[in-house]
């Protein structure tokens, strides 16, 4: 007798015709099903513990870590990214297919990349545990109406993406290439949860007050706030600040590093590419000045703003206007050698130019424009 057919002999045969064959094989099945169950929600169950993906996959490391190093520790991983409800559960899992696969086969991006929407991280997650009405304010200064920036449909993740990994992927320290998956630790991933990347930065409620038209002076968001003394002291702040943001730009810094998109980005910066870059002078500079007039009449202002320009100098008038298409900043005296003498009826004019590529784009008012060959049209 062949080896098949031993094997094939030894499978009970059921005579459904009869009860007690009928009850043995609904007993095998049903004890199938239980074990087949019982393995299936204990592979669920330890596929949904946070360790699974730190321990499993190295390179989870850096967001295992910092989650470990950060205030939600003691929040699983799937109560954050795996929305309420059986539904959400089984897509999360059919997509963890998706995520085996670029393990196996080494395929995965890096750094590991993950959609802030809301989609994958609504705010009835973080509700779950937070109050849309809560006031708690850090500072004790600043007003934070948590309910009314959710009535605006404000994800919670917009300002407190940080709160768990510290923004490691946005920053790119999460690459293998920067920081090897293994050399994750809690100590080093704490080193990456300061409070300017895990907490909500000022610069983020600045741009998302700009991008959606809400006020940005310092009174909404702050109830306790003092003018400096150089704000108060000379004459005419508004239209002279720029003569002090020349003389020390660090000076501005000092409060209005704020309005910069990524943290670092405010060093080392000229003046006028400090006013471009920075959210906060934006918020003015798009705007037409008192002094020049208006769209009806320009007249008065086009007479008198090359006498201006020479008072204030060039860069004055940098904050706001392109030399030529794509040519923004006055030439540092670093700079000097690398830049061209604007002559004005065979009369060196006191200014260098030098063709630095603009950054942000306030207006399209050119000095080329009417100044023609003289800037290089």
Sequence with gaps: MSVGRKMTSKIPKFDLSKTEDKLKLIILISGFIIVVGAVMVGALEYTMQSSFCGNTCHEMRPEYTTWEASAHSQIACVDCHIAPGIGNLIKDKLHAMVQVYQHVTHTYSSPIKYPWDEET???LVCLQCHSANRQYSPSGDIIIPHDKHIAKGVLCINCHKG?????ISERGVSKASVIPFDDWTVALAAKEM?????????DTCIACHVQRGEPTNCTTCHSQIGIPASHRNMPNWLDNHGIQAEKDIKVCDKCHSYGFLNPGQDQNLTVDQYAREN?????????RPPNHGTEANQTPWIAAHGQIEKEKGIQNCLACHDIRPGVASAATSAEASK????????????R??????????????????????????
């Design 121 to 123: 991280i609504p705010n």
């Design 163 to 167: 709160v768990t990994h510290g923004m």
């Design 194 to 202: 300061v409070p300017t990347y895990s907490s909500p930065r000022m």
């Design 279 to 287: 959210v906060f002078c934006l918020n003015c500079h798009t705007k």
């Design 339 to 350: 830049s061209t003498a604007v002559k004005d009826n065979g009369n060196s004019i006191d």
């Design 352 to 377: 260098l130019i030098t063709d630095r590529p603009t950054t942000q784009m306030v207006n399209k008012v050119y000095c080329s424009t009417c100044h023609g060959n003289k800037f290089g049209s």
